[in-house]
């Protein structure tokens, strides 16, 4: 794929938004999210504090904004991005083993809430993933745990099940399991991972599971972990007035970029970040322009 302008990370409120004002500005783009926006927004029972939209439940206001997306021909890219590095003067990103390439990145992910379980940041890279889609096959035949934070992620773990051995599936929501036959749900409180070089077993409340990997699938990986290098503001991106990180090309908004966590503030931060990034692209061209 060639390198686009702008790669948005999310498709929320904030990153819907960045992804509308950069088409506007004629921007290339790419935006990595579900389809259906954010399980955050589609659950809510009643919005009333969004500017024109009084007493509309989530589902109307998503409705709403993937109308205009569409409108717009705005599409998003149902990967999920796992790591972002800065090559100097580009982004490289991986999404479900694939590389990407943008010369901008707006990271609207939303919140990752919680801290990392102990041991995950140990052993991520050793039995620890963020992607069940992308690492399964390095565990052909073996035991996988899969800790998902939304009923969406059922549909990894179905795929999993034809490449492990077998699969134990911890969800961490409310809503009735609906997986294969044989996957193993098992409801219950993650509290460490562990294992010597690489992961072992994994210890909840109540039990111990022997495993070969655990699948962490929340609907945001930590931004530490997603950007190396990335300056936080305790579990959020420190950003300025303009939204820009602490790495050139890279901005954030949105819940991401810390409080209050509201959907018309998303929305105008989503605005500021694409307009940002705009005048980036167009500085970095002008500065080529003179150069040659």
């Known amino acids: 794929m060639e390198r686009v302008d702008i790669a948005i990370i999310g498709s929320g409120v904030a990153g819907i938004s960045a992804a509308i004002n950069a088409k506007i500005r004629k921007k290339s783009i790419v935006v990595f999210g579900q389809p259906d926006m954010s399980a955050k927004l589609t659950k809510a029972h009643e919005i009333n504090n969004y500017l ?9 206001l998503k409705n709403t904004f993937l109308e205009h997306a569409k409108a717009m021909d705005i599409e998003i890219t149902n990967k999920r991005v796992t790591n972002i590095y800065d090559m100097g003067g580009y982004y490289s990103i991986l999404a479900n083993n694939e590389i990407y390439e943008a010369v901008t990145v707006i990271l609207a992910t939303g919140v990752s809430f919680g801290k990392p379980f102990q041991g995950e940041e140990e052993f991520l890279g050793k039995g620890v993933s963020f992607c069940a889609t992308c690492d399964a096959p390095l565990y052909k035949g073996k035991d996988v745990v899969i800790i998902a934070y939304n009923k969406h992620e059922e549909a990894e773990a179905d795929f999993v099940a034809d490449i492990a051995s077998k699969v134990t599936y911890i969800p961490m929501y409310k809503e009735e399991v609906e997986v294969k036959e044989g996957i193993n749900v098992v409801r219950d409180t993650p509290v460490e991972i562990a294992g010597t070089k690489t992961v072992e077993k994994l210890i909840l409340k109540n039990q111990e599971i022997e495993t070969s990997a655990v699948f962490i699938l929340r609907d945001s990986v930590s931004p530490g972990q997603l950007v190396p290098g990335l300056k936080l503001d305790k579990n959020h991106v420190a ?54």
């Open 239 to 292: 950003v300025d007035i303009h939204m820009k990180t602490s790495l050139p090309g890279c901005f954030a908004a949105g819940d991401i970029a810390g409080t209050p966590y509201q959907y018309i503030k998303a929305a105008g931060q989503g605005n500021i970040a694409a307009l940002s990034a705009v005048g980036y692209i167009d500085e970095m061209n002008r500065k080529k322009k003179t150069k040659a």
């Open 52 to 60: 024109g939209f009084y007493q509309k439940t989530g589902e109307e």
